[in-house]
């Protein structure tokens, strides 16, 4: 949903979903708390804590691998219909109880279902452009 309502680029949870680190514990130096004076220790500007583990979206056991395969998708149907630079973006609704966000981003509209245990049938949406429309990924 990032990607869909982001401006012309997007970013994953820190751009870590796919080499999500064990330990988030980027190099850094000695400092001082400008507030309180405090020393804070640095870590010598290790990369030791900050290591990538990109093996988590090849495990089937783990829903990265279901991540990285909806990331791709979405990455694919911007190169064919460049969503991503079209002027046109319009929430068209935002619905708590279901846990659905309707959008339009250039020609496409995109329904994101966030309930944990609900799929719904013949969902109202309503869009800029009349006429019929495809699914285009709808198994995700």
Request: aromatic content about 14%.
């Amino acid at each position: 949903i990032t990607m869909a309502l982001g401006g012309e680029s997007y970013l994953n949870f820190m751009g870590n979903e796919f080499g999500h680190p064990e330990w988030i514990d980027f190099p850094r130096d000695d400092s001082y708390d400008p507030s309180t004076g405090a020393f804070v220790p640095g870590n010598g500007g290790s990369l030791e804590k900050c290591r990538r583990r990109w093996d988590l979206a090849d495990a089937d056991f783990l829903r990265y691998k279901q991540l990285n395969a909806f990331d791709r998708a979405m990455i694919h149907l911007d190169k064919a219909f460049g969503f991503m630079s079209a002027p046109h973006q319009w929430v068209s609704r935002k619905e708590e109880g279901d846990k659905m966000i309707v959008l339009e981003r250039g020609d496409l509209v995109m329904v994101f279902n966030f309930h944990p245990t609900t799929s719904y049938t013949d969902y109202r949406v309503g869009c800029n452009n009349p006429g019929a429309s495809n699914a285009i990924m709808p198994w995700f």
